[in-house]
C-alpha cells in the first residue's frame, strides 16, 4: 500500500455514507487524491440517502473493511418496516445486499505506531447504543470497554465510531476517542467529512512500542444539489427531509439545526 514519504502508513475512515453515492464518491476521490489505499468503514452504508445497494457495490468492489451500523443491521433483519421510508430501503436493496449486511461485523482493530486501534458503528455495547462525547472519567474508559459484542481482542488506546453525525476528538485518560462525522449526511457542517490515521506498520510477526498516531479530520465538498434530484427522481420516500438534511444539517427536516 502506498505511504507518504516519510514511511508512515495513513488510514482512512469513512462511516455514516448513508445511501449517498454522490457524497461517497466525492470523499473516495479524495482519498485517492491523497494516494491513501487503506479505507475502514464505520457502517450505516444503507438508510436515509437513495442509492443503498449502488453504495454496498462501491464498498464491495473496493474491498473495503465494513462495521454493522444500525440502519444496516435492522434494515437487513426485517422483510416488513411499520414506515414507508426504511421499507423503500430495504427494497431498494438486493437479497445478496441483504445478506452482505447481516454478515458484517461488530468490529474492526488494527495497530498503527504500536497502538491498538479498535472501530465500531455507536459503542462497544451493540449498534444500537448512541453515545455522545466523554464529559466524565467513567463515560470516556467505557469506550474501551471489552464486551461481548466487541469480543477479547487487544485492549484498545484508541476507538473510532459514526453513528451521531458529528465528528470530534477526545482525548485523556491514556485514551483517544473519535468521531467520522457522516460522508453522506453530515449534521455538523456543510461537505462530507471524514478522518485519516497516520502511524507506523510494524512488520508481519514483529511488535512495536507505543507510538505517535496522527489525526486528521477532512471535509469535502460534494454536488448537494445532484444527490437531492437523484432522491427526488427515484422517488423515496422523504425526499424533501433529506433534502434539508443536505442543505442545511437539519435533522429529519426538524426546524432545529442539531447541534
Request: charged share 20%.
Amino acid at each position: 500500500m502506498t505511504s507518504p514519504a516519510d514511511g508512515l502508513h495513513r488510514v482512512a475512515v469513512v462511516s455514516d455514507v448513508h445511501g449517498n453515492v454522490t457524497a461517497y464518491e466525492a470523499v473516495l476521490a479524495d482519498i485517492a487524491r491523497r494516494g491513501i489505499e487503506h479505507v475502514v468503514n464505520l457502517g450505516d452504508v444503507v438508510g436515509k440517502g437513495p442509492r443503498g445497494s449502488e453504495c454496498i457495490r462501491i464498498t464491495r468492489d473496493r474491498d473495503i473493511p465494513t462495521v454493522r451500523g444500525n440502519w444496516d443491521a435492522f434494515i437487513a433483519r426485517d422483510d416488513e418496516h411499520p414506515w414507508e421510508h426504511p421499507q423503500w430501503v430495504h427494497d431498494e436493496l438486493t437479497p445478496a445486499d441483504r445478506l452482505w449486511l447481516a454478515d458484517l461485523p461488530n468490529v474492526h482493530e488494527l495497530v498503527l505506531s504500536g497502538q491498538p486501534i479498535r472501530f465500531f458503528h455507536a459503542s462497544p455495547v451493540d449498534e444500537f447504543t448512541r453515545v455522545y462525547a466523554p464529559t466524565t472519567e467513567a463515560e470516556h474508559r467505557a469506550f474501551v470497554a471489552q464486551t461481548e459484542f466487541t469480543g477479547d481482542g487487544p485492549v484498545p488506546t484508541i476507538v473510532g465510531y459514526g453513528d451521531i453525525h458529528g465528528a470530534y476528538l477526545a482525548v485523556d485518560y491514556g485514551i483517544t476517542v473519535f468521531n467520522a462525522g457522516s460522508v453522506g449526511n453530515a449534521l455538523d457542517g456543510p461537505g462530507a467529512p471524514y478522518v485519516v490515521l497516520e502511524g507506523s506498520l510494524a512488520a508481519p510477526g514483529e511488535e512495536e512500542p507505543p507510538g505517535h498516531v496522527g489525526i486528521a479530520f477532512v471535509r469535502v465538498p460534494y454536488d448537494v444539489e445532484a444527490e437531492v434530484a437523484i432522491a427526488q427522481e427515484l422517488g423515496m420516500p422523504g425526499a424533501d427531509a433529506y433534502a434539508l438534511e443536505l442543505r442545511e444539517q437539519r435533522y429529519r427536516g426538524s426546524a432545529v439545526p442539531a447541534s
